[in-house]
């Protein structure tokens, strides 16, 4: 038993063949998923909620990804506080900073991201973080405006330092591992996640992104979830069938806060 805690089967790159990617999904152990939504931009906050309804155990969330920090508006921020009511948002995300790609001025990035853990607290939802070449101001920020919560989330592919990982683990946040750790060059984050308490760890494809090895440049789908499983049960030194088990209850713990 395995789980997807973040993909964006909502893109086009799945129009073809999406109910074809739920079946592979099953059919490889992956009994649960969180599609997000919101990450084509603020007029797609739904996106994830129309992957999840009528699908059982799968849920959605809902945010302004930081590339798109500058078009959030007004109403944007309505139909976020509206949609988080609905039980089966688990989260407000993916939300945070990105000062790799920098689409959006980075003091805009900070507004935005500060506007959206307050929606989140309001509505008593943890938060999903992206987090890229950001970490210092990114956790600070969550110390100053999140910490306070008790609401935690999820830093999601998690790529930073064992001492990021532990202020995260500080303010309640699991850890999620994507198909980068699978990468040749990836050692220095096996190192990290080799080192984490076993109760934060989740495991996690950002599908279409991020193709673990050996499909490395293809599309990405949850059904690869095992090869991610395998290289964190590495780091771990336990079972794939164990870190399984071990991020199933994660994440059932996760939703069962909700």
């Known amino acids: 038993m395995f789980v997807d805690s973040h993909c964006h089967l909502e893109f086009p790159d799945f129009d073809a063949d999406r109910d074809e990617v739920f079946a592979r999904a099953r059919a490889a152990g992956v009994d649960y998923i969180i599609a997000m939504g919101g990450a084509n931009g603020p007029a797609h906050l739904r996106s994830g909620l129309a992957i999840a309804e009528g699908r059982e155990n799968v849920w959605a969330t809902t945010g302004i990804h930081p590339h798109d920090a500058k078009d959030a508006r007004a109403e944007p921020y309505a139909e976020l506080a509206a949609l988080a009511t609905n039980p089966k948002i688990v989260a407000i995300g993916e939300i945070g900073l990105d000062y790799f790609h920098d689409h959006s001025p980075r003091d805009v990035q900070h507004r935005v991201f500060i506007q959206q853990m307050e929606i989140a607290e309001a509505a008593r939802l943890p938060i999903v973080i992206h987090c890229r070449d950001a970490w210092h101001d990114c956790l600070t920020l969550m110390e100053q405006h999140w910490k306070r919560t008790g609401l935690g989330g999820i830093l999601h592919c998690f790529s930073g330092t064992l001492e990021d ?50 499909h490395r440049g293809k599309r990405n789908e949850p059904s690869f979830i095992p090869l991610v499983a395998a290289q964190l049960a590495a780091a771990q030194n336990v079972t794939p069938e164990e870190i399984g088990a071990i991020t199933t209850a994660n994440f059932l713990s996760f939703v069962a806060k909700i």
Do not use: C, W
């Open 165 to 214: 990982a532990r202020r995260g683990m500080d303010m309640g946040f699991y850890v999620s591992f994507a198909g980068n750790i699978t990468f040749p060059k990836a050692a220095p984050l096996r190192e990290v996640a080799a080192q984490l308490p076993r109760n934060i760890l989740l495991t996690e494809t950002d599908a279409p992104f991020l193709a673990p090895v050996p």
